[in-house]
């Protein structure tokens, strides 16, 4: 482009006077100045000049605009330069992403970047012997969330990053996009060429991985077509794919899923990092894959929280949150569960009005009445808020549709907007979109139009499956009450208590009545009777209801088994919070084959199921787990958390490997001897024998005696 031209698009675009006149002293320079400055004001990008071409032909430039569009073109045509234009593209989309963190549904004007709101969590990685089952396994703790990728598996590379809804998957993966487009130095990817990140439930109907990326990732205006896709991932090296949420891909089990499941077994992309993110494993994986699970927050990492994404460095604000949670000590295993926690921490912090809690039930009936109270307040006609306050108290067919989605032997968590609008009225559906109850997303169906373009439709989804399960538990109590006991029983053995916990204790809470019809069924079933101990707590909201039998329950040894059910497992930790929590004593709790890891504090114990032992009134402690070699650090660190339990007297280790002497534990020692303390180990002579050696840990020299 000549100087002439170059003047006039500056004029034409608005350009300060004072690049025109840079531009018209260094003539030579002038091309390259005006390039930097479109690029930066975006009238051109790596993928398109459409606004260049358009002012060219605008100031009657047509010659010049056809000559720039063949030599774009002919740019776009090689593979450095397709290369180049895929990378700019992902940035733009991932940034669209992580810029749009929402703690507080309701709250859609107040939007974070993930970097602001980022904490971590505890993470563990499953150690073993090549595989994830058997002898010699255990979970050891991670200090930091990316150090999941300092020690990569032998090839194939691939990674699994296993928790439970809400305890911060996506989140911990948008980090990692952050990480990239940012260039920090250090991150696992920073050295990555390409980083592809698809979330999983948007791919229904999805025949490809390439079709993914170019239907999900790129703008409709990027000029790269499938194949050029293919050959950027046939050809680069140092590629990674994140795969986010296994457990809600639409093509779970179907024939169009297996390039897919290709990928997670290697078949497709060996040599690729790959990481799938899910709630639970897939059917089919490579043994050298790297399993991590996410533990949830604990005391330190909801303190990090409060600080950086609530109130900064206000200390008394701080403290205020951390009461609200220890005036309402049923939330603390709620609180465990990062997404809850935040929501928890910013209404603690924006509610003057904030209560006790006296149950789970409780806190959500003032969580979702919040959410309806932020709409109200921003209307001021009197019949909008009287049609809002019917839409927030009458609401039984958007609960029998959250039941029938989650009784379905494969659960239904997304609708067609059409189909929901149907069955729940367009004012109904409007009032809950907007206080961000639901949310719509828009997917691409497997059809097309006449000119091969993609049809797309949009589907709803709840903010999070737990409030499925909180309009859900309406149903159940309804059902409860008009069923007889055989047909209930029927009716909840669709219904994993472990799977939907708190669709059991919402109903239990919403409706007594009901209740006490469920809480007898879980009472027969099998790990169902400490389950219901928490359903009756429920129930009454009073933890002197159910005093008497956690005290029961305390007096004789309490056993955590690895081959409990997950139901009983976690069940049975927070009966034990609950005892700690009101000063009732706990004799002695046996862990059999839990691999018990203590957080860096001390605070806390986590377990093989991924739940946390809190702090507990507890005054034996035994350790069960036979040929487990155990290294310094995670005797020290059961050491500390024996020392945080005041009450506690007695540790004993159970046929481990223990290390010939326990090392930079002083100060520990040092308080396990002032309470006079014992650490004992027990291992059987031979494997024929049923006879037991003993032997003591002297609390001053770290040596272990006879």
Known sequence: MTVTIILELSVLFGYPDALVEDIITNAADGARLMIKSMDETGHIKPTNISPLLNALKKINHH??????????????????????????????????????????????????????????????VWVGKGTFRGKGHSWVRLESYEDIYINPPKKPVRFIIQADPGFGKTTQTLQYTFNWVTGVDGSPFADCRVLIYLQLRQLRGVRSLEVAIRRYLLSKSCQLKIA???????????????????????????????????????????????????????????????????????????DQYIRKAVVGDDDEAVEQIKQRLKDSPVLADLCQVPLFFVMFAHLAHEKEEFKRFRSVTDFFSFMIKCFHDHLRNKEKDCNVERQCRRYESVHEELSALAYEGLSKPNQQIVWNKEELIRRLGEGFYEHHKRIGMLVEEEVITDQTTADDSDVYSTEIRFYHKLF??????????????????????????????????????????????????????????????????????EQTGKVDDIKETVRKLCADRVSIQSNDTKLLQRSTVQLLDIASRHKIPIAQVDLDSCSPVANLSGSSLTIISQFSLPILSIQRL?????????????????????????????????????????????????????????VVGRKIRTESSSNYSDYYLDLCSGVWKI
């Not at 733009?92 to 970047?113: F, G, M, S, V």
């Not at 992309?269 to 897939?282: D, G, I, Q, S, W």
């Open 228 to 302: 050029d896709i293919e050959e950027i991932l046939e050809h680069t090296t140092s590629v990674a794919i994140i795969l986010d949420g296994w457990d809600e891909y639409p093509e779970l089990d179907t024939k169009l899923g297996g390039y897919m499941r290709d990928i997670i077994t290697a078949r497709a992309f060996p040599e690729h990092v790959v990481t799938l993110t899910t709630r639970y494993l897939p059917k089919k994986f490579p043994a050298t894959a790297s399993r991590v699970r996410l533990t949830g927050f604990d005391d330190q990492a909801r």
């Open 468 to 537: 499925c399960e909180w309009y859900a538990a309406y149903r159940l109590a309804e059902l409860a009450m008009t069923m007889d006991d055989a047909e209930l029983s029927r009716e909840l053995e669709k219904l994993d208590p472990y799977d939907l916990q708190y669709l059991y204790r919402f109903a239990c809470g919403l409706n007594p009545a009901a209740g006490k019809k469920i809480i007898s069924y879980l009472q027969s079933i099998e790990g169902g009777e400490k389950f219901a101990v928490l359903c009756i707590l």
């Open 622 to 678: 035994m350790v069960l787990d036979s040929d487990r070699r155990m290294t310094n650090e995670e005797v020290v660190g059961i050491l500390s958390y024996m020392a945080e339990c005041t009450g506690m007297r007695v540790l004993r280790f159970f046929n481990e490997t223990l290390p010939d002497r326990v090392q930079e534990a002083e100060p520990i020692m040092s308080i396990l001897r002032s309470r006079d303390a014992r």
């Open 63 to 124: 010659d010049t605009a056809r000559q720039v569009e063949e030599w774009f073109i002919e740019c776009l045509s090689s593979e450095a330069a397709h290369l180049q234009i895929l990378t700019a593209e992902l940035k733009l989309t991932y940034k669209a992403l992580y810029e749009a963190i929402q703690p507080i549904p309701y709250i859609r004007d107040r939007l974070y970047c993930v970097d602001k709101v980022f904490i971590e969590g505890g993470s563990e």
